[in-house]
Nanobody
């Protein structure tokens, strides 16, 4: 079973940067994540969980429109770690951020991911 552990959240002012990490262990982690899609989701207070970014085993990346040009998803297979570099942060980026792994029919379909981390909080003040 794949286990995901996020870190790197915190409080920053608008315009600042954070880098989130998600360490992946278990399952087929010998190949980092097999044919999984790895993704970052976020959920703000009182809001639905939304997809932020994903990376396929091929290396191709996908982003939700609101973070394009500001966020970058990447993975280090040797370290078995998924990253989300977040620049030019805005107050509306405030949320709990989760990493996820699975075989979703669509990258932004949360129910297609069956492995989730516990989340790391990001708070952006204006």
């Amino acid at each position: 079973q794949v286990q995901l552990v996020e870190s790197g959240g915190g409080s920053v002012q608008a315009g600042g940067s954070l880098r989130l990490s998600c360490v992946i262990s278990g399952g087929n982690s010998g190949a980092a994540y097999g044919n999984y899609v790895l993704a970052w989701f976020r959920q703000g207070l009182g809001k639905e969980r939304e997809a932020v970014a994903a990376i396929r085993s091929s290396g191709s990346t996908l982003y939700t429109d609101s973070v394009k040009g500001r966020f970058t998803i990447s993975h280090d297979t040797a370290k078995k770690t998924l990253y989300l570099q977040m620049n030019s942060l805005k107050p509306e980026d405030t949320a709990m951020y989760y990493c996820a792994a699975g075989y979703p029919a669509a990258w932004d379909f949360s129910q297609g991911y069956h492995n989730w981390g516990q989340g790391t909080q990001v708070t952006v003040s204006s």
